[in-house]
């Protein structure tokens, strides 16, 4: 059974950068698929945030987050890593990592196959 494992997170205020660290147990070769971060803040539909297909690297990123955000992963400790750079108030949320399958229909509709316990994150201005 795939369990992730979130770390990080905190408070920080606008313009500035917090990283978050996911590690995978349960998540071998086999189970090769998109593995990232979804986030919800209150009165808010769930949203995908950043995921990077765990075999190839390829990353995937919410308009909301381009250019700001930067995914990354250690394959061989399983760990995935978001690096969030200039910080605004709208990010705000509680951050879960997600393994989300082969495709990105998870992502696209906010889903997963499994997830973590969540991070909040909290930006002030």
């Known amino acids: 059974q795939v369990q992730l494992a979130e770390s990080g997170g905190g408070s920080a205020q606008a313009g500035g950068s917090l990283e978050l660290s996911c590690t995978a147990s349960?998540?071998?070769?086999?189970?090769?698929?998109?593995l990232g971060w979804l986030r919800q803040a209150p009165g808010k539909e769930r949203e995908g945030v950043a995921a990077?297909?765990?075999?190839?690297?390829?990353?995937y990123y919410a308009d909301s987050v381009k250019g700001r955000f930067t995914i990354a992963q250690d394959y061989h400790k399983n760990t995935v890593y978001l690096r969030m750079n200039d910080l605004k108030p709208e990010d705000s949320a509680m951050y879960y990592c997600?393994?989300?399958?082969?495709?990105?229909?998870?992502?696209?509709?906010?889903?997963?196959?499994?997830r973590g316990q969540g991070t909040r994150v909290t930006v002030s201005s």
């Open positions: 997600a393994a989300m399958g082969r495709t990105l229909t998870n992502f696209l509709t906010g889903s997963w196959n499994y």
């Open positions: 990077i297909f765990t075999s190839n690297s390829s990353e």
């Open positions: 349960g998540y071998g070769s086999s189970s090769a698929g998109w």
